[in-house]
């Protein structure tokens, strides 16, 4: 039931490890600085404020530039179009006019009507659900379409069961269960940007900062200790941090993968999906999202499953915690934005620039006057 809050919050602990990442050529700045005679930091407090100013404003870019990704993902599809290579809209596919019927009666039981159906060109045995705000698609790939082809020798079963694994993909697609991987992917491109831009100013300053007489030896030491605390938590995040999250996840989304066939199920019957997962073998299929569980555990929750008559839509637990996973990035995004200073900044811009200020004036004044 909690599956996918779980998930959500392996996500945000893998970002804070990344953050943690991020702050190394700070803390590479202020180890030196750390007295173990005193157990007191030997620095001018004007310059340690400036640094964490530094360091919530770099926190607060990372958040802003996952929420740009997101946006601008949700609204071009970039990563719709990057999972859609080789894929076809089976209208446009030469035989597979028989999926029109079932495919259309997927669309109305789950009420989506905006989903296309993709055939991509391979002989595995997969199929994955892909979205973006304007852009919603299942993909079944070739390999498997034929595999139950050959598997099934009564038409009527075999469109059954191609319906039922549509179903378990729809199921993928109403929940949003892409969302998880897709806040990992932002975070990674977010971190690794910031990262990369910090990386290159820093080691600048460093090598600036050693052509003063007098400062060579300590610009010489915080860039070696930057680059082994860079390396230990850059190895730590990659082999043990992911290793454990991806175990976890692996483990937590085996209830995904049970509520997609039972959705699916209650929308077109158990014992249509238990076929449909009886052809598939001992371990079933890949999708985006997880590993799935054994098929013969999978086939005893799902068969005695009943079709209902009304449609099937996202579970409540499912669809508060997506929301609540974009509205806590946001919260974070604002909270450091607050700790940076950024609203100060903005606002003595605007001051600044009397134009801009006159026409948000305007523009509020107009707000006010609707409201």
């Not at 990442?21 to 340690?48: E, Y």
């Not at 304007?134 to 319906?163: M, S, W």
């Not at 941090?241 to 989304?253: A, G, H, K, P, T």
């Not at 990035?329 to 604002?334: A, E, K, N, R, S």
Request: hydrophobic share 50%; glycine share 4%; proline share 2%.
């Amino acid at each position: 039931m909690f599956s996918k809050p779980f998930n959500l919050i392996l996500v945000y602990v893998i970002t804070v490890f990344n953050i943690v990442v991020l702050a190394s050529p700070f803390i590479a700045v202020i180890l030196p600085l750390i007295s173990l005679n005193t157990r007191s930091l030997s620095i001018d407090q004007g310059i340690l404020t400036k640094i964490k100013l530094v360091m919530f404003f770099l926190f607060f870019l990372v958040s802003f530039l996952m929420l740009f990704y997101l946006f601008l993902d949700f609204l071009f599809g970039f990563s719709v179009r990057s999972s859609l290579k080789n894929c076809k809209r089976f209208e446009k596919i030469k035989d597979y006019d028989f999926l029109s019927d079932i495919f259309d009666q997927i669309k109305t039981k789950f009420d989506e009507k905006t989903v296309h159906l993709y055939i991509k060109n391979s002989d595995e045995i997969n199929a994955f659900a892909v979205s973006s705000f304007n852009k919603k698609a299942i993909v079944l790939t070739q390999g498997l379409i034929k595999h139950y082809l050959v598997e099934c020798q009564d038409p009527k079963r075999f469109l059954n069961a191609i319906r039922s694994i549509m179903g378990h993909e729809m199921s993928h697609l109403i929940n949003k269960d892409f969302l998880p991987a897709f806040l990992i992917i932002t975070n990674q491109k977010a971190t690794n940007f910031v990262s990369s831009i910090l990386s290159i100013i820093f080691v600048f300053i460093t090598r600036l900062t050693s052509m003063i007489p007098g400062l060579r030896s300590h610009a010489l030491i915080v860039n070696d200790i930057y680059l082994i605390i860079r390396f230990i938590l850059t190895s730590f995040n990659r082999f043990v941090v992911y290793n454990i999250y991806e175990f976890l996840r692996r483990f937590v989304s085996r209830s995904i993968e049970f509520r997609c066939d039972r959705q699916s199920a209650q929308a077109f019957g158990g014992q249509n999906m238990a076929f449909a997962l009886s052809m598939l073998g001992k371990s079933g299929y890949f999708t985006l999202f997880s590993t799935h569980p054994g098929t013969a555990k999978r086939i005893k929750k799902v068969q005695s499953v009943k079709m209902t008559e009304s449609t099937i839509g996202a579970r409540f637990v499912d669809s508060i915690a997506n929301y609540f996973s974009i509205m806590f990035l946001m919260i974070i995004c604002l909270l450091f934005a607050k700790q940076a200073g950024v609203d100060i900044m903005l606002r003595r811009y605007i001051q600044d620039h009397e134009v801009i200020n006159r026409k948000l004036m305007i523009l509020w004044g107009l707000i006010k006057n609707i409201l």
